[in-house]
């Protein structure tokens, strides 16, 4: 499994964007599949997780505005973003957990393989 994102780009602020996490190789059965963001000089951090029985988790931060899901080949996690803010500026990363889905799920260490990111910038 190798997750590859996409989808990110400017957007103005109260705008949406859909990220894409694409599982190159084998499909994201039987793994749990978190986005996490890095603002600008600031530490990597949670944003939404969904398991491999399709459970999900937000950060309080963006429940209510972003969604995710995940397709039934289980082939896709799209994240959803709407009424963005210029705090959500970051680069997106999208991680696979082979677990299938944590407790720990917030912690960026349990994540077993990564993207490469893509960026979402938002402008006020």
């Known amino acids: 499994v190798q997750p590859v994102e996409s989808g990110g780009g400017l957007v103005q602020a109260g705008g949406s964007l859909n990220l894409s996490c694409i599982s190159s190789?084998?499909?994201?059965?039987?793994?749990?599949v978190a986005w996490f963001r890095q603002p600008p000089a600031q530490e990597r951090e949670f944003v939404a997780m969904?398991?491999?029985?399709?459970?999900?988790y937000y950060a309080d931060s963006i429940k209510d505005r972003f969604t995710i899901s995940r397709d039934t080949a289980d082939t896709t996690v799209t994240l959803r973003m709407s009424s963005l803010k210029s705090e959500d500026t970051a680069v997106y990363y999208c991680?696979?957990?082979?677990?299938?889905?944590?407790?720990?799920?917030?912690?960026?260490?349990?994540?077993?393989?990564w993207g490469q990111g893509t960026q979402v910038t938002v402008t006020s």
């Open positions: 190789g084998r499909s994201f059965r039987n793994y749990g």
């Open positions: 991680g696979a957990d082979r677990s299938g889905g944590s407790i720990l799920h917030r912690d960026p260490r349990i994540y077993d393989v």
């Open positions: 969904i398991s491999e029985k399709g459970l999900t």
